[in-house]
């Protein structure tokens, strides 16, 4: 089941997004998050842009949102997108089921939807193009996590 986030989510969003940040580079947040840190992000999002959590047998197995890509009024029709998969759970299909719902909420107000991803990630990769997404730019070393310097890519969906 898809649902919207509700702030008694914050606990299980902290845990599945606390495991890449310890151990990948897919974010490049260094430091756990608090539940009470994630609450305040889920109170934070003043934008009303869709957070979504896909939950099995009540139990949260992934989440994704979207916030603004930039503040300057001209960039209003997009946004940029995020998604985590509880660990051992990707390749179940979870995340093309939750992606797929957050772009179908984001169409009917947004034009072109963006999504970076730190480099290599296969998996993100390939979930992107899948749903359409198309590589636009390619950012040599921008990231440094875990001693080491990382790429990010940006792929770009036009609705």
Same mark, same amino acid.
């Given at each position: 089941?898809?649902?919207?986030?509700?702030?008694?989510?914050?606990? $299980?969003?902290?845990?599945? !997004?606390?495991? !890449?940040?310890? *151990? +990948? @580079?897919? +974010?490049?947040?260094?430091?756990?998050?608090?539940?009470?840190?994630?609450?305040?992000?889920?109170?934070?999002?003043?934008? *009303? =842009?869709?957070?979504?959590?896909?939950?099995? *047998?009540?139990? #949260?197995?992934?989440?994704? !949102? &979207? +916030?603004?890509?930039?503040?300057?009024?001209?960039?209003?029709?997009? @946004?940029?997108? +995020? #998604?985590?998969?509880? &660990?051992?759970? *990707?390749?179940?299909?979870?995340? $093309?089921?939750?992606? $797929?719902? =957050?772009?179908?909420?984001?169409?009917?107000?947004?034009?072109?939807?963006? %999504? /970076?991803?730190? =480099?290599?990630?296969?998996? $993100?990769?390939? =979930?992107?193009?899948?749903?359409?997404?198309?590589? @636009?730019?390619?950012?040599?070393?921008? %990231?440094?996590?875990?001693?080491?310097?990382?790429?990010? /890519?940006?792929?770009?969906?036009?609705?």
């Amino acid at each position: 089941m898809i649902r919207p986030i509700e702030i008694e989510d914050a606990k $299980s969003i902290a845990e599945i !997004y606390n495991h !890449y940040i310890v *151990n +990948t @580079v897919v +974010t490049f947040e260094v430091s756990p998050l608090s539940t009470q840190e994630m609450e305040e992000r889920i109170l934070n999002n003043n934008t *009303n =842009l869709p957070w979504l959590v896909y939950e099995n *047998n009540s139990q #949260i197995m992934g989440y994704a !949102y &979207a +916030t603004d890509w930039k503040t300057r009024r001209a960039y209003k029709q997009t @946004v940029e997108t +995020t #998604i985590y998969i509880k &660990a051992h759970e *990707n390749g179940k299909g979870i995340g $093309s089921i939750l992606y $797929s719902e =957050l772009i179908n909420q984001l169409r009917k107000n947004y034009h072109a939807i963006i %999504g /970076g991803i730190s =480099l290599p990630n296969e998996a $993100s990769i390939a =979930l992107h193009e899948k749903l359409g997404f198309e590589k @636009v730019a390619h950012f040599k070393e921008v %990231g440094f996590k875990f001693n080491k310097r990382i790429d990010v /890519g940006y792929w770009e969906l036009l609705v």
